[in-house]
């Protein structure tokens, strides 16, 4: 049996693994799919104290080796449920099930859909989510990003030294990225962005050949011909497994405040995927230390 359960290996996990084991708590992380998190998806990062630039990937890195180097246990399992047995908790995963003390559920988010027909079978076929991961199949090509906040723009300042040509669609007549970003994609050449036009369908069945665009003020069709589409619209909980032992709000996310607490004790939630105004690598490191000294707190007065 572990002390603590910690479900999700991003900043927030992480920081929460790394305050337990320096209290002395055996800890086991485990992660459904990019040891992390989603801050392994930004090309490059320049707002985290005491890092001037460094992408997502690299800082990541540094999380997982130093929680490690640590002795924290870490697994690849998709977490189904949390079991609460009182003193304990079961965490049933794809796998088995491990016992602990006390668990701290850092799931994140996942990235948004357009819900447009068609969109799951061209992913991977010319729609992708991560201009890192997947940049580089389009080297000298034509792509659009869809969005215009700051996933998008860093998307799009990213795509634009590897692709010919990039474009940004953004449903606002304005984009909503830091006003840094928005300099630097007026500064690329190969950047164009479309204002006030929403992507109304995808063109293709099996291979992204083209994308149709409506435009908000009179609804007006046009057709964009590209090779590859990132969709960068925001990210979404993904939490519902977790209910029974930890309320939700009307939009998904877990219904818990700067405590970090939860309706069940010894059970606790961090990062991205709580209540929260702001969802930076910032705030949820902080929640992820928040989270443990009050599990490490719960697990001492036992």
């Known amino acids: 049996m572990y002390d603590i359960i910690v479900i999700g290996s991003g900043?927030?996990?992480?920081?929460?693994?790394l305050y337990a084991l320096r209290a002395d708590k055996s800890v086991l992380i485990l992660e459904?799919?990019?040891?992390?998190?989603?801050?392994?998806?930004?090309?490059?990062?320049?707002?985290?104290?005491?890092?001037?630039?460094?992408?997502?990937?690299?800082?990541?890195?540094?999380?997982?080796?130093?929680?490690?180097?640590r002795g924290a246990d870490i697994e690849m399992e998709t977490v189904q449920k949390v079991v609460d047995n009182g003193n304990t908790k079961t965490v049933v995963t794809n796998k088995g099930s491990h016992e602990a003390k006390a668990v701290v559920i850092a799931t994140?988010?996942?990235?948004?859909?357009?819900?447009?027909?068609?969109?799951?079978?061209?992913?991977?076929?010319?729609?992708?989510y991560c201009a890192v991961c997947d940049g580089a199949?389009?080297?000298?090509?034509?792509?659009?990003?869809?969005?215009?906040?700051?996933?998008?723009?860093?998307?799009?300042?990213?795509?634009?030294?590897?692709?010919?040509?990039?474009?940004?669609?953004q449903n606002l007549d304005f984009l909503t990225g830091e006003a840094k970003l928005i300099e630097n994609i007026g500064k690329k050449e190969n950047v164009q962005v479309i204002y006030g036009t929403v992507?109304?369908?995808?063109?293709?069945?099996?291979?992204?050949?083209?994308?149709?665009?409506?435009?908000?003020?009179?609804?007006?069709?046009?057709?964009?011909?590209?090779?590859?589409?990132?969709?960068?619209i925001g990210l979404e909980p993904d939490n519902e497994n977790f209910a029974d032992v930890a309320a939700l709000n009307e939009g998904g996310y877990f219904d818990s405040g700067e405590t970090c607490v939860t309706q069940t004790p010894g059970v606790y939630v961090a990062g991205d995927c709580r209540s929260k105004a702001i969802r930076q690598i910032t705030t949820a490191s902080a929640d992820g230390a928040v989270a443990a000294l009050a599990a490490c707190r719960y697990i001492d007065n036992m």
Do not use: W
Request: net charge negative.
């Open 108 to 128: 994140g988010c996942k990235h948004r859909q357009t819900g447009l027909p068609n969109e799951n079978a061209l992913v991977g076929n010319g729609i992708s």
């Open 11 to 17: 900043p927030a996990g992480l920081t929460a693994a």
């Open 199 to 232: 992507l109304s369908a995808l063109k293709g069945e099996t291979e992204l050949t083209g994308l149709e665009l409506k435009k908000e003020s009179d609804g007006s069709l046009s057709e964009l011909t590209v090779d590859g589409l990132f969709v960068a």
């Open 137 to 169: 199949f389009f080297k000298n090509k034509t792509v659009a990003v869809l969005g215009g906040g700051n996933s998008a723009l860093q998307e799009a300042l990213y795509l634009s030294d590897v692709c010919s040509k990039v474009y940004v669609i």
């Open 32 to 69: 459904k799919g990019t040891f992390g998190g989603q801050v392994t998806f930004s090309p490059k990062i320049e707002n985290y104290p005491g890092i001037g630039s460094m992408s997502g990937n690299d800082i990541a890195d540094l999380f997982i080796d130093q929680v490690i180097g």
